[in-house]
Antibody, heavy 117, light 107 residues
Framework: EVQLVESGGGLVQPGGSLRLSCAAS????????MTWVRQAPGKGLEWVAN????????YYVDSVKGRFTISRDNAEYSLYLQMNSLRAEDTAVYYC??????????WGQGTLVTVSS | DIQLTQSPSFLSASVGDRVTITCRAS??????LAWYHQKPGKAPKLLIY???TLQSGVPSRFSGSGSGTEFTLTISSLQPEDFATYYC?????????FGGGTKVEIK
C-alpha cells in the first residue's frame, strides 16, 4: 500500500526556517517524481515544487523561488522541503504527493505550517 | 504561468443529479489536465488524468473530456459521497497550476 506521511510542520516566526519531511513507503521511491502542494486556510490548492527521480531537476512556483529548496534521499525513501525566510503568506497545510505520468496519484495527509509572531 | 478558471465556483445539487464542471486554460495545455476532489480536512484525491482517463478505483459515474483550453468533469448521477470541492490541475508546463475550485453542496 502506498503511504506518504508528512512531518515537520509547526509554528514559526516570520523570517524563520522550517524543514518538512515526507516519508514514503509501499512503492519504489526512486522511480517517481515527487511534488509538494500547499493549501492556505480556507483557500485552494497551490503547487509549490517538484523533483525528478534522481534529484537533478527541480521546479518551483515563483513565490517560493530562492527561499524554498526541495530535495530527496532515495535510500531513505524521503522527500524534503527546506523553507527559509518564511512569510505569513506561507501559512498552509503542506502535502507531499507522488507524481505518475502527468498526475499526482497519491497524497499524504498534510502537515500544517503556521508563520506568525 | 497558465491560469485555470473553473466554473461554477459553487454548485448546489441533489443526489441523482447530473453535474458538469468546466475548467478553462489561459493557453493550450493539450490533454495534460487532471481532476481531483477534496473533502474537508482531507487530502485531495485523483479522479481523472490526461483529461479523460479514469484513475483506478474511481467510480465510472465520473468522466472527463476536452483538450486544448476547455475541459469538463461530469458526474452522471451525484452520490452523497461526492459532495466535496473539485479542482482541475494542468501539468503541461511549470508551475503545475490548479484551478480555483468548485464546491459541490447538497441542495
Amino acid at each position: 500500500e502506498v503511504q506518504l506521511v508528512e512531518s515537520g510542520g509547526g509554528l514559526v516566526q516570520p523570517g524563520g526556517s522550517l524543514r518538512l519531511s515526507c516519508a514514503a513507503s509501499g512503492f519504489t521511491f526512486s522511480s517517481y517524481w515527487m511534488t509538494w502542494v500547499r493549501q492556505a486556510p480556507g483557500k485552494g490548492l497551490e503547487w509549490v515544487a517538484n523533483i525528478k527521480q534522481d534529484g537533478r531537476e527541480k521546479y518551483y512556483v515563483d513565490s517560493v523561488k530562492g527561499r524554498f529548496t526541495i530535495s530527496r534521499d532515495n535510500a531513505e525513501y524521503s522527500l524534503y522541503l527546506q523553507m527559509n525566510s518564511l512569510r505569513a503568506e506561507d501559512t498552509a497545510v503542506y502535502y507531499c504527493a507522488r507524481d505518475s505520468a502527468y498526475r499526482s496519484d497519491y497524497w499524504g495527509q498534510g502537515t500544517l505550517v503556521t508563520v506568525s509572531s | 504561468d497558465i491560469q485555470l478558471t473553473q466554473s461554477p465556483s459553487f454548485l448546489s445539487a441533489s443526489v441523482g443529479d447530473r453535474v458538469t464542471i468546466t475548467c478553462r486554460a489561459s493557453q493550450g495545455i493539450r490533454s495534460y489536465l487532471a481532476w481531483y476532489h477534496q473533502k474537508p480536512g482531507k487530502a485531495p484525491k485523483l479522479l481523472i488524468y490526461a483529461a479523460s482517463t479514469l484513475q483506478s478505483g474511481v467510480p465510472s459515474r465520473f468522466s472527463g473530456s476536452g483538450s486544448g483550453t476547455e475541459f469538463t468533469l461530469t458526474i452522471s448521477s451525484l452520490q452523497p459521497e461526492d459532495f466535496a470541492t473539485y479542482y482541475c490541475q494542468q501539468l503541461n508546463s511549470y508551475p503545475h497550476t490548479f484551478g480555483g475550485g468548485t464546491k459541490v453542496e447538497i441542495k
